[in-house]
């Protein structure tokens, strides 16, 4: 979709447009082609309104050079009103939901004349009932004739809302298919095999608190407070996830477990210890495992054999090194022994760890994490960019943790992870914990929660109005095809 956006240059191979091949060097040929795009990651100036937004770039003017403010404001009174796309065209862009963010996208292609309406990942950051409120907005668009290229990992809404599919696997067309077709049908088209869309876990057998949080605070940059005063258990043998909207502190909650950031107050103990504003490397050695949401960021060095990534956090300690000395002979054995044991797919121990696919990478990531003594596992969106094949890995793994007497605590914005793994949930808005649910929460009721609506009147709505998405399957699948997917 870069290449068709004009982000990126194809090597071979034609675009055309009403059968007839265009050329697109820049998003302005694209544009002018009648093709818009909505990036998963917003386009948006934060500061400025919703109308300064959508005429950036095909600004009206009035006098010598000035902004037609009323003009632009018009354009998208009008735009909002013949699609359905309610926003206030005064409002600041940084004050909006994101779900609101996201029709201020939209419009923005279409008042470009967008005839080709490119949909990247368009849900990550919505909840279950803005989703609905999309899927009515394209249906909407496709009744006015506007065709719609809508890439998402979530078999769910691939199912609620294409007419076809296509399924792309390591850069080639694996085939399309209609609608009609199956979750099933569809990972295994993903995957090249068949793939078990659930979790096989038997009911947890918790023990005692193994993480205790207590009036945990942790603030930015300026002074504004990410995690707010909040409270929170982990016992043995249980995992606990923490949903909420991307962007409500659960990043800065994980990272502030592990050490990461420093809390401004608070407690955090792991079996009694206090480990609050504690080293990384001290909390590591505690009995902390980590799983960081960036793994080619802050989970390996992608430059690094994957053995050596496989003893990150032990290269300096028996058995892998001896006094200043790293045991090399050691470190590739407890990588062949982990290659294997993990399913990490490379031909090599030798091999750069970045030249694994997405969900090789983090297996390499687990594997590590998982290879020592751990009392507690913090697993931030363990399967993001992993295709369903590997998640199927991935969270077996989880399970088998929990089963052996870890503590897992996973962030993940997948509800359908969250929903299939959990024992219990914990829901975060605004850097406050809305609530904990046990494991027969519905999607609906956490996603409500999710935009702040307190536990007893997100129960009742949820019940009353069911949305369309937690329609489609059962809230037990899972899955994420890799990025080039």
């Known amino acids: 979709m870069n290449i068709v956006y004009g982000l990126t240059q194809p090597d071979d191979g034609k675009i055309l447009i009403d059968d007839t091949e265009i050329a697109v060097r820049s998003p302005r040929d694209a544009i002018n082609a009648g093709i818009g795009m909505v990036h998963q990651h917003f386009m948006l100036v934060p500061v400025f309104t919703v109308a300064e937004n959508l005429v950036l770039g095909n600004e009206p003017i009035r006098g010598p050079g000035f902004l037609d403010h009323a003009a632009a404001r018009r354009r998208v009174v009008e735009l909002s ?63 006015a004739g506007k065709s719609i290229v809508f890439i ?121 210890r206090e480990l609050a504003g504690r080293s990384p490397r001290e909390i590591l050695r ?21 053995a050596d990534n496989l003893v990150l956090d032990q290269y300096d300690v028996p058995p892998f090194a001896s006094g200043p000395a790293i045991k090399r002979a050691a470190v590739r054995s407890n990588g062949d022994e982990l290659v294997a044991s993990f399913d990490i797919r490379t031909t090599s121990v030798d091999t750069p760890a970045g030249t694994l696919s997405g969900g090789n990478q983090q297996k390499v990531v687990l594997a590590r994490e998982l290879s020592r003594t751990v009392r507690l596992m913090v697993a931030s969106q363990p399967t993001r ?33 969250v929903l299939a ?7 975060m808005y605004r850097g406050r914990l809305v609530g904990v649910l046990g494991s027969g ?29 937690s329609q489609v399957g059962n809230g037990e699948e899972f899955g994420e095809p890799e990025r080039s997917s």
């Open 81 to 143: 009103e013949r699609y359905g796309l309610a926003v206030d065209p005064d409002a600041r862009v940084e004050d909006l939901p994101v779900g609101v963010q996201q029709r201020a996208e939209i419009l923005k292609a279409l008042l470009r004349d967008a005839d080709v309406l490119i949909l990247d990942e368009p849900t990550a950051v919505l909840t279950p009932q803005e989703i609905d409120d999309l899927l009515a907005v394209m249906r909407t668009l496709r009744a």
């Open 152 to 272: 998402t990992h979530k078999l769910k809404e691939v199912k609620a809302a294409a007419d076809t599919i296509t399924v792309l696997r390591r850069g080639r067309v694996i085939g399309t298919t209609t609608g009609d077709a199956s979750e099933a049908d569809l990972a295994s088209m993903m995957v090249g095999r068949t793939v078990v869309l659930r979790v096989d876990k038997r009911p947890a057998k918790p023990g005692p608190a193994v993480l205790s949080i207590r009036s945990l605070t942790v603030r930015d940059d300026q002074n504004l407070p990410r995690v707010d005063d909040l409270s929170l258990e982990v016992r043995a043998g249980e995992i606990v996830a923490v949903a909420g909207v991307e962007g409500n502190g659960q990043t800065e909650l994980a990272e502030t477990l592990v050490g990461v950031r420093r809390p401004s107050a608070g407690s955090i103990q792991v079996d009694g």
């Open 286 to 306: 505690a009995g902390v495992a980590y799983v960081p949401e960036d793994r080619q960021r802050d989970g390996l060095i992608s430059t690094f054999s994957v």
């Open 385 to 417: 960019g992993v295709d369903v094949g590997s998640t199927e890995s991935i969270h077996r793994r989880l399970v088998e943790a929990r089963d052996d007497g870890v503590a897992v605590l996973i962030v993940s914005s997948e509800l359908d992870e």
């Open 421 to 427: 793994l959990a024992d219990r949930i914990a829901v």
């Open 441 to 469: 929460a519905s999607r609906d009721e956490l996603g409500l929660m999710m935009a702040g609506v307190d536990p007893e009147q997100a129960r009742a709505e949820s019940e009353a109005h069911p949305s369309e998405v």
